[in-house]
């Protein structure tokens, strides 16, 4: 393979890595924080997950935190740093 060909295939491995973690970063999003949200609001009902007051605070902190992990680490990895 020539050097063109070996840059051009880890651009496209880094575009995947970072396009997955950006996923992962709307999925945990969705998830925990949209969920939490629509627990707190009383959007949901007649759930067995009754972790009380505490517990919904940290799902939603947590998942926001890793909602920001995961986007910039996609984000550092698809400039290259």
């Given at each position: 393979?020539?050097?063109?060909?070996?840059?051009?295939?880890?651009?496209?491995?880094?575009?995947?890595?970072?396009?997955?973690?950006?996923?992962?970063?709307?999925?945990?999003?969705?998830?925990?924080?949209?969920?939490?949200?629509?627990s707190m609001l009383g959007l949901l009902k007649g759930t067995d997950l009754d972790?009380?007051?505490?517990?919904?605070?940290?799902?939603?902190?947590?998942?926001?935190?890793?909602?920001?992990?995961?986007?910039?680490?996609?984000?550092?990895?698809?400039?290259?740093?």
């Amino acid at each position: 393979m020539t050097t063109r060909e070996d840059r051009d295939k880890a651009k496209s491995a880094r575009e995947m890595l970072s396009k997955y973690f950006f996923s992962l970063s709307i999925a945990t999003y969705t998830g925990a924080v949209m969920g939490t949200l629509a627990s707190m609001l009383g959007l949901l009902k007649g759930t067995d997950l009754d972790s009380g007051v505490i517990g919904t605070v940290a799902i939603f902190v947590i998942g926001s935190i890793l909602t920001v992990i995961f986007a910039v680490v996609g984000n550092k990895i698809i400039k290259g740093k």
